[in-house]
Structures are given as structure tokens and as C-alpha cells.
């Protein structure tokens, strides 16, 4: 199989560790990787700010980029589920009607396709750490991912995964949300990194590096004993 890789704004700029080691986990699957180097932002941060012309711009771009029929692969639930769901506002019945609905059934988050298109989830990995599982509130209420993250967690030689208590709540990034309403993202926060604390976990794992940079701007400010990382780079691990 071969398939175009989306490479989203905070793993390019932020974490790119996380692109390269999605690269890692699919060819250990045998999966062929294509890499568009034109592609930019998806423009979800855009649309979720109202600004829908810009949103729809990066959009038709986006649609540009991934213009063939192969699947996509991102380690995203947020920036997928987006152009999944929300696409439609903006492309429904216009030029791009039919370009849009082909990229929507071809994209995938990476769990998704690793457990649901592949039928893998044991890639041979080893994570010596317990850890704890974020769902990001695209990924479980919009995307609809719960099992499948876990399910490739409990096959990664060593991990020791434990739940800690309100998993769906959201963490408080939300986006802009974090920045207009501070002291409400900085409580939600709060609780969501004193829950993953409380199970006595080294890590928080999670599908959305958003959700996790955000965790750790406050773990890093109160110099709290636990880390971050994604899913991919814990797949990533050992092989």
C-alpha cells in the first residue's frame, strides 16, 4: 500500500520528531510513504476563529495538495476530524464539491488506520513506562476514537497503561480557547494533569500534540513529575 502522509502546523513546527517517527511506524507496517513538501496548514485554527475566507483559502490548498486518490495518514485527530466534519461549510456545493468529499473519505488519523485500515497493532514496540491516556475531545466526540489508541498501547512491550479518573474531559487547549479564556483553560489543565498525577503515571499519551503541549506548559511551569508523548513516538519506540 501506498499512501501521502499530512504532516500538520504543530508537529512541523513544534514536535517534528513525532512526523518522522509516523514515517518509522508505517514502513514497519509496509506501508510505502509519500511526502508532498508543498503542503502547508489545514486551516482549522483559522475556521475556528471565525476567519472562514482564510480558512477556505488554505482549504482549496489543502484539497491542491492531496489531489490523488491514495490515502492520507496524520498524527492528528483535531486537524483530521476537521477536514472530515467541517469541510463541508465551507466546500459544500462549490468548485471543489466532489475533490473534497474524495480527500474526506481518504484521510485518516493514524490510529485509525494503523488498527482499522492495516489490521495491525502490535509493531514490535517497547515503551518501559506507565503511562496514562488523554482523549482529546475531537478525537473521541468528533472523530470517534476511544479504543483504538488504547488497543495499540496495550500491545507495546513494557507499558503499563492506567486510566485516570474523567477521561472526557477536556484538558482546556480548545484552540484560540486557551488564549481568550486563560484562567479557565489554566484550571482545566490543572485537573486534567492532577488526574494523569494521581495514577501515578510517568506519561501522558495522547493522538492531539496540541492537547499535550498545552498539559505540559503547565507541567513544565510547576515542575511536576510526569512527561508528555504522543502515541506515534511511543510506536516508535524499540523498533
Known amino acids: 500500500m501506498e499512501v501521502d502522509i499530512f504532516i500538520p502546523c504543530f508537529i512541523d513546527q513544534v514536535y517534528p ?9 508505517l514502513e514497519k507496517a509496509g ?3 509519500h511526502y508532498n513538501t508543498n503542503q502547508t496548514c489545514c486551516g482549522q485554527f483559522a475556521f475556528n476563529s471565525g ?4 480558512a477556505k483559502k488554505l482549504g482549496t490548498k489543502f484539497i491542491k495538495d492531496f489531489s490523488n ?3 492520507i495518514v496524520g498524527p492528528s485527530a483535531s486537524c483530521i476530524d476537521y477536514i472530515k466534519n467541517f469541510y463541508d461549510e465551507l466546500f459544500y456545493n462549490s468548485a471543489y464539491h466532489n475533490d473534497y468529499k474524495q480527500l474526506q473519505r481518504n484521510i485518516f488519523e493514524i490510529t485509525d488506520f494503523l488498527v482499522n485500515v492495516l489490521k495491525i497493532d502490535d509493531f514490535g514496540s517497547v515503551f518501559e513506562h506507565k503511562v496514562t491516556y488523554h482523549d482529546s475531545c475531537a478525537a473521541l466526540r468528533e472523530y470517534g476514537l476511544q479504543n483504538e489508541p488504547r488497543q495499540l498501547l496495550k500491545n507495546v512491550k513494557g507499558l503499563e497503561l492506567v486510566e485516570m479518573k474523567d477521561t472526557d474531559v477536556c484538558c482546556g487547549f480548545g484552540g484560540t480557547f486557551s488564549v481568550k479564556f486563560e484562567p479557565i483553560s489554566t484550571a482545566m489543565a490543572q485537573q486534567k494533569v492532577q488526574n494523569a498525577l494521581d495514577t501515578g503515571a510517568e506519561y501522558i499519551v495522547s493522538t492531539d500534540s496540541s492537547c499535550l503541549m498545552h498539559q ?18 511511543v510506536l516508535a519506540s524499540g523498533i
Do not use: C, S
Open 51 to 54: 476567519y472562514w475566507d482564510e
Open 17 to 25: 520528531q513525532t512526523g518522522f517517527n509516523m514515517v518509522k511506524v
Open 31 to 33: 506501508v510505502k510513504v
Open 216 to 233: 505540559y506548559g503547565y507541567i513544565k511551569k510547576h515542575n511536576l513529575p510526569i512527561q508528555i508523548a504522543h502515541i506515534v513516538d
Open 69 to 71: 486518490n491514495r490515502p
